[in-house]
């Protein structure tokens, strides 16, 4: 299929339901062979991609689930998902995303099982019939993990034009020794996310996120060129 830019962009958006349609392997191949060619610092392409379909993702999933299922709290952090004191306004947008997301799903605030219960669904991908992992490398620095950023965002724009949908998921951070049991990665690298990759169930509701005014994120700088001092 092919698909506008601006279509892909606005149409991706992080799915949490999906059908247990097989996802083929031919389209898992031609996102990620495209996606190869995201931009790099360097050229260092410094992410390490795992797709995970079938048997091995179900054992994922069972062994996840039996950790949340026993209260386990998770694997001790490799790195910190949000700055323990969030500032203004990333703290409004994070309590605003999270009254949305509840909301959507009817769950108050106050009610903290309901809240655990929603956020299980991480473990089992939604219903995700597919999986990605992306790991980095221990010792590269903030400039590589940006580059990660940009790769994924490449892999889910590239899935929406084989009518595909995903969910980039942190969450998977949580259990990242059970990750790792399945996936035997090389020792150095560190989990940055999972990613639900599948077929949407439409007939899960949601609310789409809104994003903040273009002049609270952008400016631009413009107009009569400066002049220097020296003038
Ligand atoms: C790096 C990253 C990690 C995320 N982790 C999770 C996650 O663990 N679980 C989840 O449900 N959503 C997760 N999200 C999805 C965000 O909540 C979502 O992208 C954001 O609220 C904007 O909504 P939209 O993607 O639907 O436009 C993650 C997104 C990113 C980029």
Known sequence: MILDVYEAVKSRRAVRGFTDRHVPREALERVLSAAAWSPSGSNLQPWHAYVLTGAPLAELKKRALERVAAGDPGDEREYETYPPALKSPYRERRFAFGKERYGELGISREDWAARQRAAAANWDCFGAPAALFCYIDRDLGRP?????????????????????????????????????????????????????????????GYARTGRAPLEETVTFVEGAALRSHAA
């Open 144 to 204: 590589q993990w940006a580059d990660v950023g940009m790769y994924l965002q490449t892999v889910m724009l590239l899935l929406r034009a084989e009518g595909l949908h995903s969910c980039p998921q942190m969450a998977w951070s949580v259990y990242r020794r059970t990750v790792a049991e399945v996936l035997s990665p090389p020792d150095g690298l560190i989990l940055f996310c999972g990613m639900s990759i599948g077929f949407e169930d439409v007939t899960v």
